[in-house]
């Protein structure tokens, strides 16, 4: 069966979409869609030029017998800019005030389509790097964990606050809240993560940062490392943060329950050096 | 600033693709490439047939002046029955085998790829169909429910074992656990669900029906109904199953702790009535 450039540029799309990060070979187009390299070839100077210039991501092709091209999920600038403006304003919505000053925010972490996006623009500040696992702490960071790793093609691991039968041997360690000072548990399953990995921590909201230090606490007794760390967003905090080296899309400014008035601004993303597409 | 079409079938793939279900006109990407209806009218035509040739989905077309194209995300068949071979033979490795003759599921339920192919074909079930909302209990539903979710675009709802400051008043409800007969809570943030809501529920695993069971009392304190019901796994279960019309994508037959042996074997997918790609 042969296929035309219009039909193998639509699902040559459609694939590497579905698969970021991977080297795919040309001998692999070539024979998917039974045409000659150079087609291919052609075909692939097209879809990188167009993923480029319409923000969709870039592609990266590494010559010679065993190259191909790779395909990594990126935003724009413009993209990222006008999402984070439109996540402020959402977040500022005074309903979102609840007793104690918390903010509800399952609206925003259970919408597929802010998800899709918070995953695209922190996996684009990573995008290529040396990462073998992301990590967050059930619940609230699970859909941005997966959202995250499907743009970076890496497995994710929940930590949870108890263990389970369904999970094995676990470790688990204690740590001190951030900003209650109060010990708590972290535990994971051990066979979850491997000796050595380097890991992308992950989390819906930082205040003084005592869980992500305790994902910190907790990769030391497997030997791994941190690769990053990303949360979706971080608040204002008097006292010195636990963590350092962090990314996050906005920054919870202040809280007034008297006046209900929630002030967020974009966080620390743009002033990290993230290649954008 | 013009598209030629090349360039068009590239971005509009990528464009169909991150917004499933929904009306998209054709004036819209005739602005956004600054090309005739006409033309946009062939693309599409060519993107609809390769889509469906490729297995990719299906592309429904609305005609009229506030018409336009809607793509559903769709598996094929042969790719479904592929999958699902292979994740019974993931799901048979002894190395699973945990006490209690639980299997370890952690590694399935955070690789990005496998739950991106589950949320496909459990989409595929359910595409066109009314659904307002997907809702799971936490922690190891989400990932599936979120995958299901950016297929059919619509929200995820997490139920909880236990209420959090973070999600203000709730709901809850008392249900008995299908297999040990152990009273349980399920607790759901009342805001995060529109009275009346036709809701898809799914949870990766499924024996007596006990935790779908309490679902639906929930529903039930939301006015709300179930649209449908969707497990990853199965297991077969001696007494009266609690739960009627529900989509499984592999069954659990038998795990026999002695010899380590697992029997998986495909759930009543095929026995449905998808409509694949």
Redesign the interface.
């Known amino acids: 069966m042969k296929f035309r450039?219009?039909?193998r540029?639509?699902?040559m799309?459609?694939y590497l979409?579905?698969h970021p990060q991977q080297l795919v070979s040309l001998t692999f187009f070539a024979e998917r869609y039974g045409s000659a390299k150079s087609s291919i070839s052609e075909d692939l100077s097209?879809?990188k030029?167009?993923?480029e210039?319409?923000g969709?991501g870039s592609l990266q092709t590494i010559p010679g017998a065993a190259g191909g091209v790779k395909y990594f999920s990126k935003v724009s600038e413009m993209e990222a800019r006008k999402f984070i403006a439109e996540l402020c304003e959402q977040i500022e919505n005074p309903e979102r005030l609840?007793?104690?000053g918390?903010?509800?925010?399952?609206?925003l972490l259970?919408?597929?389509?802010v998800?899709?996006q918070v995953g695209k623009l922190l996996a684009s500040a990573y995008a290529g790097m040396d990462i073998d696992a992301i990590m967050t702490v059930?619940?609230?960071g699970?859909?941005i964990a997966?959202?995250i790793?499907?743009h970076l093609?890496?497995?994710?691991?929940?930590v949870?606050r108890d263990s389970k039968?369904?999970?094995?041997p676990t470790v688990s360690i204690n740590y001190v809240s951030g900003s209650t000072k109060r010990i708590q548990t972290m535990v994971l399953?051990k066979?979850?993560l491997k000796e050595g990995s380097k890991v992308l921590l992950v989390d819906d909201f930082m205040k003084a940062g005592g869980t992500i230090n305790g994902m910190i606490s907790l990769l030391a007794e497997f030997n791994a490392s941190v690769a990053g760390i990303a949360v979706l967003v971080e608040a204002e905090h008097d006292e010195e943060r636990l963590v350092e080296d962090y990314i996050s899309l906005v920054k919870l400014q202040d809280v007034n329950v008297r006046t209900s008035a929630i002030s967020v601004v974009e966080g620390n993303y743009f002033s990290e050096n993230i290649q954008f597409s």
Chains 1, 2 share one sequence.
Not at 102 to 107: Q, S
Not at 110 to 113: K, V
């Open positions: 450039r219009s039909e540029l639509i699902d799309t459609h979409l579905e097209i879809v030029e167009t993923f210039q319409r969709i609840l007793p104690g918390y903010l509800y925010m399952m609206d259970g919408h597929p389509q998800i899709h059930a619940t609230k699970i859909p997966h959202a790793a499907s093609n890496v497995p994710v691991v929940v949870r039968v369904t999970e094995g399953a066979r979850s």
